[in-house]
Each structure stands twice: as C-alpha cells, then as structure tokens.
C-alpha cells in the first residue's frame, strides 16, 4: 500500500514539476539603439531583464524631439508611440510580440486579448515641443514571447512607429527608429 501511495504521489509531484519546466523563460540580453537624422529620438532602457513565467521583463522607451521646431506627431492606438511589437530581425510582417503598456487600459481604441490585440483605425495626433519628452513603460509578458533571437522594434500591427511634421505645410515622414532587442532563452532551473 505504501508503495503504491509513494508512486502516486511521485507522479503527481513529477507531472506538476514538468509542467512547469515546460515553460521557458527568457531575459532581455541586450538593446541597441542606432541614432538617425530625424528630429526625434527614441531612447530605450531596460528595467527588468528577467521575462519570467509570473513577472514581466520591462523596458522604459522614452520619445524626445531633439530638433529646434515643435513636431506633430500622428500615430493610432495610444499616442504618442501607438501599440509596440517585437518583430525578428529581417522580417517585415507585423510584429510577433506584443509589448504591453498601461496606456492601453485607458485607451478606448485598444482592446488587448490574452492572445491578441486589436485598435481602431483612427489617426491620434499631438505635439511635442522642442526638448520635450515623452516616457512609457512597456512590458514584455512570458508567454507571449514564443523564441530567443533579436528583434526589430516596430508597430504591433505596422512597421512604422509613428509619422510626423514639423510644420503645417509640410508633408508627414514616416519615423522608423531602429532599435534591437536580444532575447535568449534561460533554464528555469537555473
């Protein structure tokens, strides 16, 4: 009778313990940010490295007009950085991951799903002046991210982060920073 009990609790102890090990988790490894000729600047920093199964990895992305005008900046979804994604490096569909921010609770033009998102077409714009800038904290959620590898920052749901202009006749410019971001894998055991 004891052995029995043991092997079934054994079991349920080993099957409980694989489903969690079955599970991986990650760490932001590196972000590399390459400056460019636009009036804007986007600075990323890393909060939290650890994309853990209960805690996300976080990332402070900060948007600043670095040029000597006001720019206007037109996006959809939250502005003035719209919805984020990671997209692997050297693929241009939409973005793979999903970065999640608390602008998106409060915005009525972003529903985010377990397993999905969705944001209405409508154009949000807003200025920021010169030497402004604009901080948000986005988080990178376990299970979302489904492989280690670098990716692309780009929209969630378009490559283009945002466009803007600096003045009322001219013509929007679409703003494609290019920032990178390395994950790999960590042993849960570890």
Same mark, same amino acid.
Request: proline share 3%; aromatic share 6%; glycine share 8%.
């Given at each position: 009778?004891?052995?029995?009990?043991?092997?079934?609790?054994?079991?349920?102890?080993?099957?409980?313990?694989a489903g969690c090990l079955g599970d991986p988790e990650y760490t932001i490894s590196s972000v590399? %940010?390459?400056?460019?000729?636009?009036?804007?600047?986007?600075?990323?920093?890393?909060?939290?490295?650890?994309?853990?199964?209960?805690?996300?990895?976080r990332l402070?992305? %900060?948007?600043?007009?670095?040029?000597?005008?006001?720019?206007?900046?037109?996006?959809?979804?939250?502005?003035?950085?719209?919805?984020?994604?990671?997209t692997p490096v050297g693929e241009s569909v939409?973005?793979?991951?999903?970065?999640?921010?608390?602008?998106?609770?409060?915005s009525t033009a972003v529903e985010v799903r377990p397993n999905g998102a969705h944001k209405d077409g409508d154009p949000l714009t807003g200025t920021l002046a010169t030497a402004e800038s604009i901080q948000r904290q986005y988080q990178l959620i376990g299970r979302r991210?489904?492989?280690?590898? %670098?990716?692309?920052?780009?929209?969630?749901?378009?490559?283009?982060?945002?466009?803007?202009r600096t003045g009322q006749d001219t013509d929007w410019v679409a703003y494609h920073p290019t920032v990178t971001v390395t994950l790999t894998e960590q042993s849960v055991l570890s």
């Open positions: 009778m004891n052995r029995r009990r043991y092997l079934a609790v054994s079991t349920a102890v080993l099957s409980g313990l590399e %940010t390459e400056a460019d000729s636009h009036p804007l600047a986007l600075d990323v920093t890393v909060i939290d490295r650890d994309i853990a199964i209960e805690s996300p990895g402070d992305i %900060t948007l600043r007009n670095t040029g000597t005008q006001d720019v206007t900046i037109k996006n959809t979804g939250v502005w003035p950085l719209g919805m984020l994604g990671l939409s973005a793979d991951i999903l970065l999640l921010t608390a602008a998106y609770e409060q991210v489904s492989t280690a590898g %670098t990716y692309t920052l780009q929209g969630y749901f378009d490559d283009v982060l945002l466009s803007y």
